[in-house]
């Protein structure tokens, strides 16, 4: 069986860092690109970042580029989100979902953004 769980959100200040962790088990995760996605409260989806399977090629939507770095440890199957120079907009709940059809996807681990 497919699982993603997000951990590491929580409420920091403006300016602040957090770093999320996504675990997976139920698949070779070193063969699937992996995404984060997060939804702010009242909005819709909204598309943050994407690593390959090797880690080697990641992309970012403009509104995180530049403060947010996406990672992964094959060897412990977890995918990361270093998110920096928080801002209160990047309040939302995160998720992590599996490959570039997304069709797999973790409950979220929610981040507040505010002082």
């Known amino acids: 069986e497919v699982q993603l769980v997000e951990s590491g959100g929580g409420l920091v200040q403006p300016g602040g860092s957090l770093r999320l962790s996504c675990a997976a088990s139920?698949?070779?995760?070193?063969?699937?690109?992996m995404n984060w996605v997060r939804q702010a409260p009242g909005k819709g989806l909204e598309w943050v970042s994407v690593?390959?399977?090797?880690?080697?090629?990641?992309n970012y939507a403009d509104s995180v580029k530049g403060r947010f770095t996406i990672s992964r440890d094959n060897a412990k199957n977890t995918l990361y989100l270093q998110m920096n120079s928080l801002k209160p907009e990047d309040t939302a709940l995160y998720y992590c979902?599996?490959?570039?059809?997304?069709?797999?996807w973790g409950n979220g681990t929610v981040v507040t953004v505010s002082s």
């Open positions: 979902a599996r490959g570039g059809g997304m069709n797999y």
């Open positions: 690593i390959d399977s090797g880690a080697g090629t990641t």
């Open positions: 139920g698949f070779t995760f070193s063969n699937y690109y």
